[in-house]
């Protein structure tokens, strides 16, 4: 089940880092510009407030216990 990992702090963190990679798409060049795509992964992680990675390493960030 996907219970919420990531925390308000973390959240934000990754929020911030989301945004800086994805901006690469923008100020890149060429092909490799796409790997400012990758910054929709922390993004996404911080919407949906879970994280697998999390999950798997058994890390919880946010308040709530499980």
Do not use: H, Q
């Amino acid at each position: 089940p996907m219970t919420a990992n990531v925390g308000s702090a973390d959240r934000v963190v990754r929020v911030i880092i989301g945004l800086v990679i994805l901006s690469y798409l923008f100020i890149g060049e060429g092909s490799a510009r796409y790997f400012g795509l990758i910054g929709l992964v922390p993004l996404l992680t911080a919407a949906i407030g879970y994280c697998p990675l999390y999950s798997i390493i058994g890390m919880n960030t946010c308040g709530v216990k499980r």
